[in-house]
Structures are given as structure tokens and as C-alpha cells.
């Protein structure tokens, strides 16, 4: 069933309108049942999210007998970038996931993330899908903060992704979907995977079988669940930036999610004007390698890989 969860008017008699797809047992009172929120599509250059909708949808559609709970799918929150293939609010100027929880009678932008929490509040479980940015590329992980990585842990193993990275309070943005969400009591996770403006099919295929384990372990399947993997666990102080010095074009020597020993390449800086290299990235230490730049051109700065340190991929 296609359900509206906010519209709101534009100019030109045109309207933003924000919808989502609710899947339920066919013939079943629907109170009290368990309820999983999908959510993805706040930042508008992020398309890796819009696949494990449809993914998610196509095993719940091939055996419908099994669904015992409610999936509620919202895969466009923010319509207009999607549209416009822009990561904030065309129009707002605003990152939508930098105005939550919102306010009803504030501003069109936080009255629609007010109207959006109000739909979400009374989940069992919500998980906000995100894409990497143009430049990097990253493995299927669930991102925690760590005042709620205990609470949420035992959801995160299920999501069958690589990695669950837990972020230190001060670096978590208190205006963000998960944050608020968490804060009303609804257990949010947050995965990203992928690189922006783009489909990784293969990511995500594995996180909605992971989804499907969440699924069952809410109650809300009782069908046949994937063997899910075994991720990578990391606090911050286990993770490492690798970081341009220079300028120039980067050529990666290994594959993404390589495992790597002290001393590896794991990539070049040339300089195409003179056609030199001008720096090597090196593997300061053994380790997993979890983010690899996906876009060449860099600067003096620019994020060229992550590693975490002692880590391996089962």
C-alpha cells in the first residue's frame, strides 16, 4: 500500500510531496504488530540505497506469507534533490539531515522533518540507508554512536554488512535522523556503502539479506534467512586516515577491502603535467582496507583511504 506521510505546497501549483510503501500480513489486525522503518533518500546524490528498496521489496514479494510484521519503505525523503541530483534541499538550501527532529510550526523544511518523525515514532527498528560521496568508496558498514552502540549492537551484527564502525559521541551530529530517532526511543541505525551517484547491485543485494535477519529477529519474518557475514568491529581509535600531501591524480595498487601488511602501496599521486609520480600512499601498518578514493583528481588533504588497524575480513 502506497501511503502519503507529508505534502507540502511549492511554487508553480506543484507539490513535494514524501511517500512510502507499507508491506503487512494481508489479513491481520495491524495494532501492535512489530514495525521496521527503511528509510533512504535524504541526500540526493545518494542512490545506493534506492536498490536495497526495491531488493528488499522483491524477497518480501516472492514469499508474502511469511511476512508476520509491518515493513514500512521510504525511499525518497528528499524528492527534489533526488530529482535534481543535489545532496541538499534544492530550493532550502539545507542538508536534510542536519534539521531533525524539526519543528511543526517552523520552516517547510523542518515541518516536513517533523511530520516524517512523527511517522517513524513507535518503530521497533529503523535503518537510515546512505551512499559514500563521488570521491570514496566504501564496504557495506553500519555507523554507531557510542552511547548507543550496546542497545543497538546486536541489530547492527544482523545487517550482514562488513563493518560496524562505533563513533565517539563529540564527533555525532545531534540534527541527524538516527540521533533523533534514537533520542524518541526508536532504535536507528545508520549504513552507508558504495560511492555517490551510483549503484553497487552487489552491496545492495547483501544488505537486504541482511535486513531480512533484522526482519526475523523482529519478528516481522518467518521465512528462510541468509547466512549473514561476520563484520569487522572498530571503535574510533582503530580507524586511520591515509591523506594526500600533494596534488595531483590518484592511482590505486590494490583493490577495495584489500588486506594489507606494513609497508603495502596502496596507491600513487602523479603529477600529469610532468608526468611524475609525486607521492606514495603506504600502508603504515598491517590492516583492513575499508575506504579506497574512487575519484582521481585530489588535493593536498584529500582522503585517499581508510584502514583499520590489525582488522580482517572473515
Not at 533518500?41 to 526495491?54: A, I, R, S
Not at 543497538?152 to 563493518?163: E, G, I, S, V, Y
Request: charged share 20%; net charge negative.
Amino acid at each position: 500500500m502506497l501511503q502519503t506521510v507529508v505534502s507540502v505546497a511549492l511554487p508553480v501549483q506543484e507539490r513535494l510531496t514524501i511517500r512510502k510503501k507499507r508491506l503487512a500480513p494481508a489479513s491481520a489486525d495491524l495494532a501492535g504488530l512489530p514495525r521496521l522503518c527503511v528509510v533512504t533518500g535524504t541526500h540526493g546524490d545518494e542512490l545506493e540505497g534506492q536498490y536495497v528498496c526495491y531488493a528488499l521489496q522483491r524477497r518480501i514479494q516472492a514469499a508474502p506469507e511469511h511476512l508476520t510484521g509491518i515493513v514500512d519503505i521510504y525511499p525518497a525523503l528528499n524528492p527534489l534533490g533526488l530529482d535534481t541530483i543535489t545532496r541538499g534541499m534544492p530550493m532550502f538550501d539545507l542538508d536534510m539531515n542536519r534539521i531533525f527532529p524539526g519543528a511543526p510550526g517552523g520552516p517547510a523544511a523542518e515541518f516536513i522533518a517533523s511530520e516524517l518523525m512523527d511517522d517513524l515514532r513507535g518503530a521497533s527498528c529503523a535503518v537510515d540507508l546512505h551512499a559514500s560521496n563521488i570521491f570514496l568508496r566504501e564496504v557495506p558498514q553500519v555507523r554507531l554512536n557510542e552511547n548507543n552502540a550496546d542497545r543497538l549492537m546486536p541489530f547492527a551484527r544482523l545487517l550482514n554488512t562488513d563493518f560496524i564502525w562505533v563513533h565517539p559521541n563529540a564527533t555525532v551530529l545531534e540534527s541527524t535522523l538516527a540521533y533523533s530517532l534514537n533520542t524518541a526511543g526508536v532504535p536507528a541505525l545508520v549504513v552507508e556503502m558504495g560511492t555517490g551517484l551510483r549503484l553497487t547491485p552487489a552491496c545492495g543485494e547483501q544488505v537486504a539479506d541482511g535486513l531480512l535477519a533484522l526482519m526475523a529477529r523482529l519478528d516481522i519474518w518467518s521465512g528462510e534467512v541468509p547466512v549473514g557475514r561476520v563484520p569487522v568491529e572498530s571503535t574510533d581509535g582503530e580507524v586511520i586516515l591515509l591523506n594526500a600531501e600533494v596534488p595531483g591524480m590518484f592511482l590505486p595498487t590494490v583493490p577495495h577491502g584489500a588486506q594489507l601488511e606494513r609497508g603495502d602501496l596502496i596507491g600513487e599521486i602523479v603529477d600529469v603535467l610532468r608526468g611524475t609520480p609525486v607521492q606514495q600512499i603506504i600502508a603504515p601498518a598491517a590492516g583492513w582496507l575499508f575506504t579506497l578514493r574512487e575519484y582521481p583528481s585530489c588535493y593536498a588533504g584529500s582522503v585517499t583511504a581508510r584502514m583499520m588497524l590489525g582488522g580482517a575480513r572473515l
